[in-house]
C-alpha cells in the first residue's frame, strides 16, 4: 500500500508539472539555447565612417510602433548595433541602417537599426517583382503607351519606346539589369489590371502587409522619390526573401547581359543590356539582387551570395558611394556574415501574414536547402511533454494492477 501511495504522490507531483510544448507554437514555453539568446547589447552604436558623412534633410518618418519594431525578435528594436554575442566588429559602412540575413532559413545574423525608417530608390522595384511577377506570364506580348514613358527626366531607364511590343520577360530583365523605370510602369500598369499603374502600386502595398513588412510604403513602382514612401533594411530582408523563391527572379537577377529586341516602331534597333549590379560581376557566388539611387535617398542595395553550402541575403540604406561604393559596403557585410557560426542569429525574417509572432520561423526560399538549427520539431518536446505523460501512464497501471493484486488476497484467490 505504501509503494501504491508514493506512486499516487509522485504521479501528481508530474501533473502538476509546466506543460513544454513545440517550438513556434502559439503560447509556447521554449526553453532557449544558446544560439537563440546570442543577441548583444542594443544600444550600442552602429560603426560608423570617421569624418561624420554630410546628408540631405529628409522628410520626418512616421511614428515607429513599439510593436512593429520588435517583429523578428526583441533585439531587433533599436536604431543602434546588433549583434551576435563574441562575434566579430562588423565592418564600418556609411549605410544609416543594414541588415545581414540567412536567405534560406530566415536566421537574422546581424543588423544596424533594421527597423529604422529609410527611403528605397530603385529597391523598391523588389516590392513590384514580389506583388506583380507571379501574376504575369513571362511570354506575353504588350504595347508601350505613352503614359509608360512619363517619368523623372534623366533617370534610369531601359529605353523602351512608344508603340513597341515587348515580352514581360524582356521588360523583367529591363527592370532588373538597367533599373528601367519605363519598364517598372509598363509592369505596374499590367500588374494593376483595370487600376492600370495605380492598381500595380496599391498591389505593392497589400504585398508589403502580406509579408509582415509594415514599415514600407510605395508612392511609385520604380522607386522614384514620391510622398510617404519609406522601408526598413528589416523590410527589404523580408521582401527581397520573397522574389528569391521565385525560379524566375533568380534568374532574372543573376543575369549579366540580355538583349532588348528590334521595334518596328520608331524604326530602333535592337541593343544589349548589362547588369548594372558590380556584386554579380565580382563578388564569388554572388546571386545577384538591386541597387538603388535618388539624391533624397543615396544609395540603396540589396545582394545575396553562396558560399560553402550558405546563402546570405544583405539589405542596407542610406549610403554614400564614398570610401565605399554601395554594392562593396554590402559586399564588406556579406564576408562579415560568412564568417559568423552557422548558428549565430539575433532574430528571425517572419513568415508571411506571422508578423505579430516575433520569432515566428518563416518557410524557406524555394529552392534553397533549409538549415534551421535549434528550430522546428525539438527533442526537449519530446522530454518535456511525452516522457511526464508516458511516464505518469506507466505509474496509473502499476497502481491498478497493485490494487487488483492485494483484492485477490483478500478474495482467497
Known amino acids: 500500500m505504501a509503494c501504491g501511495l508514493f506512486a499516487l504522490r509522485v504521479a501528481s507531483a508530474l501533473l502538476m508539472l509546466p506543460s513544454v510544448t513545440m517550438a513556434g507554437a502559439p503560447g509556447a514555453a521554449v526553453a532557449r539555447t544558446p544560439a537563440q539568446t546570442r543577441a548583444g547589447t542594443p544600444s550600442r552604436p552602429c560603426p560608423a565612417p570617421s569624418p561624420p558623412v554630410a546628408r540631405p534633410t529628409r522628410p520626418a518618418p512616421p511614428p515607429l510602433d513599439p510593436a512593429k519594431a520588435a517583429v523578428g525578435g526583441p ?21 544609416t541602417s543594414w541588415l545581414v540575413a540567412d536567405l534560406a532559413s530566415g536566421a537574422v545574423l546581424g543588423g544596424c537599426g533594421p527597423h529604422e525608417y529609410g527611403v528605397p530608390a530603385s529597391v523598391q522595384k523588389l516590392l513590384l517583382v514580389a506583388a506583380v511577377l507571379p501574376h504575369l506570364d513571362p511570354q506575353r506580348v504588350v504595347e508601350v503607351t ?5 517619368f523623372e527626366p534623366g533617370s534610369s531607364a531601359v529605353g523602351l519606346v512608344r508603340g513597341g511590343r515587348y515580352t514581360v520577360e524582356t521588360l523583367w530583365l529591363g527592370l532588373m539589369l538597367n533599373s528601367g523605370n519605363d519598364a517598372a510602369n509598363v509592369l505596374a500598369r499590367l500588374g494593376g489590371g483595370a487600376a492600370g499603374q495605380a492598381g500595380g502600386v496599391a498591389a505593392m502595398n497589400a504585398e508589403a502587409a502580406r509579408l509582415g513588412a509594415h514599415q514600407t510604403h510605395a508612392a511609385t513602382p520604380s522607386g522614384l522619390d514620391g510622398p510617404g514612401q519609406y522601408t526598413s533594411a528589416y523590410d527589404l530582408a523580408l521582401i527581397a526573401r520573397a522574389c528569391f523563391g521565385h525560379p524566375d527572379f533568380r534568374r532574372y537577377a543573376a543575369t549579366k547581359m540580355a538583349q532588348v529586341p528590334a521595334q518596328a516602331a520608331n524604326n530602333t534597333k535592337g541593343y544589349p543590356i548589362w547588369n548594372d549590379n558590380q556584386l554579380l560581376h565580382r563578388y564569388p557566388g554572388a546571386l545577384g539582387g538591386k541597387t538603388g539611387y535618388t539624391d533624397l535617398a543615396r544609395h540603396s542595395f540589396v545582394g545575396a551570395a553562396e558560399r560553402n553550402g550558405r546563402t546570405l541575403l544583405v539589405t542596407l540604406l542610406g ?3 564614398q570610401p565605399l561604393r554601395g554594392w562593396e559596403q554590402g559586399a564588406a557585410l556579406l564576408d562579415w556574415g560568412f564568417g559568423l557560426p552557422a548558428d549565430a542569429t539575433v532574430g528571425q525574417l517572419v513568415a508571411p501574414g506571422r508578423a505579430d509572432s516575433g520569432n515566428q520561423v518563416s518557410s524557406p526560399a524555394a529552392g534553397a536547402t533549409q538549415v534551421r538549427p535549434d528550430r522546428g520539431f525539438r527533442t526537449d518536446w519530446l522530454l518535456g511533454t511525452v516522457a511526464p505523460v508516458f511516464l505518469v501512464g506507466t505509474l496509473l497501471v502499476l497502481l ?3 490494487r487488483r493484486r492485494a483484492a485477490r488476497r483478500r478474495d482467497g484467490r
Do not use: C, N, Y
Not at 533585439?75 to 549605410?95: D, I, N, Q, R
Open 75 to 95: 533585439a531587433l528594436a533599436t536604431a543602434g548595433l546588433v549583434t551576435p554575442s563574441g562575434a566579430a566588429e562588423p565592418p564600418k559602412v556609411t549605410a
Open 400 to 402: 491498478v494492477r497493485q
Open 146 to 150: 505613352e503614359s509608360d514613358l512619363d
Open 319 to 321: 549610403a554614400e558611394s
